[in-house]
C-alpha cells in the first residue's frame, strides 16, 4: 500500500475514532519533577557557571518549584566536554555550555556560539530571534535529540595572553594556544598547535608551559582566573569571539513531555539569562581591565598584517565546511542576518558612539 493510499483509507476510517482522535490531548508528565543540568564550567567560573546557576534558580522559581533543577558543575557528574552527549542519550536532562566545543558533532553548532569574523552579541540576537537563528538551532538540535535555547553571552572576547609579543603571522607558527570552535582551526592554518581545554584546566596549563598561551574570556572573568599573575602580554581585541553565546538544551524527549508552560518557562528563562550574564560581563570588564593595568599588564592589540591572515584563515576554515548542505544553509542565513543588522547599526549607533566620544571624549 502507497502513502497515498494509506491515508485515504485513514481518513475513511469510522466517525467515533476520528472524534476520539481530534479530542485526544498530549500526555504530559504530572507532579513535580527535578531535572539535571550538566555544564561545561567549573564552580567559580566568574560570569559563566553564574549564567548556568541563574537559569537553573530562574526556571525552578518561575515554576514555583514544580520543575527543579539540580545543576552539576564540570566533573560532577560527567566531564565538562562530554555534556553534549550525555544530554543526547538520555543520561542527564539539560546542559549549560558552549554549543562550539561540539563541532566534532556537526560543525554548525559553532554558529550557535560565534564564528570567527561573525556576530555581535546583539547582531546574534536579531538573528536569533527574527531572523531564522532559533529555527535553524531547533533543526540541528533534533539531529541529536535535543530542544536548545541561547542563554548566556559574554560579549566580545580578547584576543588572549602570550608570553611574547606577536608581531607577524608567522609568530602562531609552533605557538601551543588554547582556543574552541571554528576560531581555533583558523589559528591551526598559521600553524598554531591548537587545543580545546575546559575553562577550569586552562590556568594550571598556562602556568606549567603546557601551552604558550591562551584566549578565555575578557578582563574580567580573565582577572579572575589569574592569568596575569602568568604573563603580562594581553591582546584586547580578538577575531574568534566576537560575541560568544552560550546554550541552554534539554533532551528532546523530557522537553516533550512537559506541559506548555514548564517549556515557556525554560524559553523564558534562557533568554533573560542571556540578556543578564552579557550585562554582567559588560558591566565589570572595563573595571578589571584598568585593574589589570595597574597591575603591570601590558594592553596589546595585532597589527593589520596580522588581522589579514586571521581573515584568510577563517575565511579557508568556513569554506571547507560548505559541502555540508546544513552548514551551507546555516552560514548563508548567518551572513544575510548579519549584513542587515550591521548595516543600521554602523550607521546609527556606530556614528552615534564616534561623535559621542568625539564631543565628551
Do not use: C
Not at 532559533?134 to 560579549?155: D, M, S
Not at 600553524?191 to 594550571?204: D, F, H, N
Not at 602556568?207 to 592569568?227: C, H, L, N, Q, R
Amino acid at each position: 500500500m502507497d502513502r497515498r493510499s494509506f491515508i485515504t483509507k485513514a481518513a475513511l476510517g469510522g466517525t467515533a475514532l476520528a472524534s476520539a482522535s481530534a479530542l485526544a490531548a498530549p500526555a504530559y508528565a504530572q507532579g513535580n519533577r527535578t531535572l539535571t543540568m550538566v555544564t561545561s564550567w567549573g564552580r567559580g567560573l566568574a560570569g559563566i557557571f553564574d549564567a548556568a546557576q541563574y537559569v537553573a534558580d530562574a526556571i525552578t522559581t518561575m515554576s514555583d518549584g514544580s520543575l527543579t533543577v539540580e545543576i552539576k558543575a564540570a566533573g560532577e557528574l560527567v566531564g565538562a566536554l562530554e555534556v553534549f552527549d550525555a544530554v543526547s542519550s538520555g543520561q542527564a536532562d539539560m546542559y549549560h555550555s558552549a554549543d562550539y566545543y561540539y563541532i566534532g558533532q556537526h560543525p554548525a553548532l559553532a554558529f550557535f556560539t560565534t564564528v570567527p569574523f561573525g556576530m555581535t552579541a546583539q547582531e546574534t540576537m536579531n538573528w536569533y530571534h527574527h531572523g531564522g537563528g532559533q529555527e535553524a538551532h531547533n533543526e540541528l538540535g533534533e539531529v541529536f535529540n535535543l530542544k536548545p535555547f541561547l542563554a548566556g553571552n559574554t560579549g566580545a572576547q580578547a584576543g588572549g595572553w602570550f608570553k611574547q609579543e606577536m608581531n607577524s603571522p608567522e609568530d602562531f607558527n609552533g605557538l601551543k594556544f588554547r582556543m574552541p570552535g571554528l576560531g581555533g582551526q583558523a589559528l591551526g592554518k598559521l600553524g598554531a598547535s591548537v587545543q580545546t581545554l575546559p575553562g577550569s584546566e586552562v590556568y594550571q596549563a598556562l602556568a606549567s608551559g603546557a601551552i604558550d598561551g591562551t584566549e578565555w574570556i575578557g578582563p574580567w572573568a580573565d582577572e579572575v582566573a589569574g592569568f596575569q599573575e602568568i604573563t603580562k602580554t594581553y591582546y584586547t581585541a580578538g577575531f574568534h569571539e566576537p560575541g560568544a553565546a552560550l546554550t541552554l538544551a534539554t533532551n528532546l524527549d523530557v522537553f516533550n513531555e512537559l506541559s506548555p508552560a514548564h517549556q515557556k518557562i525554560i524559553e523564558i528563562a534562557s533568554g533573560a539569562a542571556h540578556q543578564w550574564s552579557l550585562a554582567l560581563f559588560l558591566n565589570n570588564n572595563g573595571a578589571a581591565l584598568q585593574r589589570l593595568i595597574s597591575e603591570g599588564v601590558q594592553v596589546r592589540q595585532f597589527n593589520d598584517q596580522i588581522w589579514d591572515a586571521f581573515g584568510a584563515a577563517s575565511a579557508e576554515v568556513l569554506d571547507g565546511y560548505m559541502e555540508d548542505e546544513l552548514f551551507a544553509r546555516i552560514r548563508g542565513n548567518y551572513n544575510a542576518s548579519m549584513k542587515d543588522s550591521s548595516g543600521w547599526i554602523q550607521e546609527s549607533v556606530g556614528v552615534y558612539r564616534a561623535q559621542r566620544d568625539r564631543v565628551i571624549g
